[in-house]
T-cell receptor
Framework: DTEVTQTPKHLVMGMTNKKSLKCEQHMGHRAMYWYKQKAKKPPELMFVYSYEKLSINESVPSRFSPECPNSSLLNLHLHALQPEDSALYLC?????????????FGPGTRLTVL | DAKTTQPPSMDCAEGRAANLPCNHSTISGNEYVYWYRQIHSQGPQYIIHGLKNNETNEMASLIITEDRKSSTLILPHATLRDTAVYYCIVIGTGSARQLTFGSGTQLTVLP
């Protein structure tokens, strides 16, 4: 299984809602990532988890809260988002050790904040 | 990680080779060159990577100049499904390294 799955595929939420994005991989990877991609822009890193510990937080606002419950799962909890947070949210995973840095990406969750 | 420079767009005829250039003049000795592509509205897909030798896999070939300041990704027989944004990324060794995407090259394969 070389897939990274993300649910839901699409999400529409209001500014007062709380929702969560889910990412799952069963490749035994120990590094997992959240990226955000606005329309016609390249992906931008948000968070990196290495061995289930948060290792990089790219100054992301606290209304985005990541969680890594185990080595296969990565969640992104959303609360009090703004319309400008509308974007494609991409999850990725990689081996997490050694020099091999190939990252496998999921299809993304397209988020619309009303 | 070193910055990269790519042309914003390129066209290629279907069935011909697509040669996508990338400049990375500040690359360090232990940094790798990675190529990813992103087909519209999908997640990025890994293509190939290399350190200093030329590399080939089932998708593409990567040619890195001897001074390592530039590289070329070659898709030998481009198809319409190769239309995508191609990103050249330089990244160091070590685990859980973030990818810093530049603007990439929009490759359009024409019928």
């Amino acid at each position: 299984d070389t897939e990274v799955t993300q649910t839901p595929k699409h999400l529409v939420m209001g500014m007062t809602n709380k929702k969560s994005l889910k990412c799952e991989q069963h490749m035994g990877h120990r590094a997992m990532y959240w990226y955000k991609q606005k329309a016609k822009k390249p992906p931008e890193l948000m968070f990196v988890y290495s061995y289930e510990k948060l290792s990089i937080n790219e100054s992301v606002p606290s209304r985005f809260s990541p969680e890594c419950p185990n080595s296969s799962l990565l969640n992104l909890h959303l609360h009090a988002l703004q319309p400008e947070d509308s974007a494609l949210y991409l999850c990725a995973s990689s081996h997490g050790s050694g020099t091999y840095n190939e990252q496998f990406f999921g299809p993304g969750t397209r988020l619309t904040v009303l | 990680d070193a910055k990269t420079t790519q042309p914003p767009s390129m066209d290629c005829a279907e069935g011909r080779a697509a040669n996508l250039p990338c400049n990375h003049s500040t690359i360090s000795g232990n940094e790798y060159v990675y190529w990813y592509r992103q087909i519209h509205s999908q997640g990025p897909q890994y293509i190939i990577h290399g350190l200093k030798n030329n590399e080939t896999n089932e998708m593409a070939s990567l040619i890195i100049t001897e001074d390592r300041k530039s590289s070329t990704l070659i898709l030998p027989h481009a198809t319409l499904r190769d239309t995508a944004v191609y990103y050249c990324i330089v990244i160091g060794t070590g685990s859980a390294r973030q990818l810093t995407f530049g603007s990439g090259t929009q490759l359009t394969v024409l019928p």
